[in-house]
Structure formats: C-alpha cells, structure tokens
C-alpha cells in the first residue's frame, strides 16, 4: 500500500474512470461508518464527485461533519487493486443533474427504455453534488 499525501495520480485517475462502484463513508461521530455503494466521477482537479438527494443521510451527516472517504476496487476478475480517497466534502447545489446524466451513461445502457425511464426520474428530482477535496490518497495493487 502507498499513500500520497493529497493527490490522485495519472494512474490513480485511469483506473477511477472505469465505471466502478465507489463505497463512500461519511464521517458519524461515535458510530462507527456506514459505508454506501455510489456512483462517482474523478475530475480533472483530482476531486471525487457525486450525487444525491438535498435531504439524504450522507447530507445530514455531513453538515455535522464535513469528513468523508470513498474506496474503489478493481473487479473479482481482475488483479488486487484499490484507490481509498480521503477528505473534507462540499454540498454544492449546481451541476448534479448534469453529473447524474454523465454518470447513468457510464454505469448504464440509456437505451434500454427502463434505464431511460430510471433516469428522467431522478432529473425529475432535486439533487445535489457532493465533492470530496482529498487530503489523503491511499493505493494498492497487487
């Protein structure tokens, strides 16, 4: 395993574009976290972002606070490999539309009229992006 104190690599950022579940944890106090499957994106900053509902947990929790981490893994098919992005997230209320539409087109077929209809109904609701700014990139690949 390595760490690099805050940045995704060019690697890093490969392997984060393939249409990969992401488990995030927010940050929960004295409970222990509750990891969650997502979809994500990695951005050209070195961000990870996603999307939700305005009023979800991972919101509540996060306006408590700010912390959470996001680790994704190689498929069984595949050799070891993960990337484990840790840090302060932002509640940004503009572009999360647009994130899910680029997201459903990377973990789904938008022409199968079900996915289709599966999207028009999470665009028919509020969402918001979620951001995480690393402060702790850590890898392995085995």
């Not at 509902?53 to 700010?66: E, G, H, N, T």
């Not at 999360?96 to 009229?113: I, Q, V």
């Not at 079900?114 to 951001?131: G, P, S």
Request: hydrophobic share 40%; charged share 30%.
């Amino acid at each position: 395993m390595t760490d690099d104190a805050s940045s995704l690599t060019t690697e890093d950022l490969e392997f984060l574009r393939r249409p990969l579940h992401g488990f995030l944890s927010v940050a929960t106090a004295p409970l222990p976290p509750q990891p969650r499957p997502v979809w994500f994106e990695a951005t050209d900053d070195g961000t990870i972002q996603l999307f939700t509902a305005p009023d979800s947990l991972k919101v509540r929790r996060l306006q408590r606070d700010d912390r959470a981490s996001i680790v994704v893994a190689a498929p069984v098919d595949e050799r070891e490999r993960w990337v484990s992005v840790a840090g302060r997230v932002t509640v940004e209320t503009d572009g999360a539309h647009d994130l899910c539409t680029r997201l459903a087109e990377r973990y789904w077929d938008l022409n199968d009229p079900t996915r289709a209809d599966d999207l028009a109904e999470i665009l028919a609701t509020e969402q918001v992006r979620l951001v995480i700014h690393p402060d702790k990139v850590s890898r392995f690949t085995y």
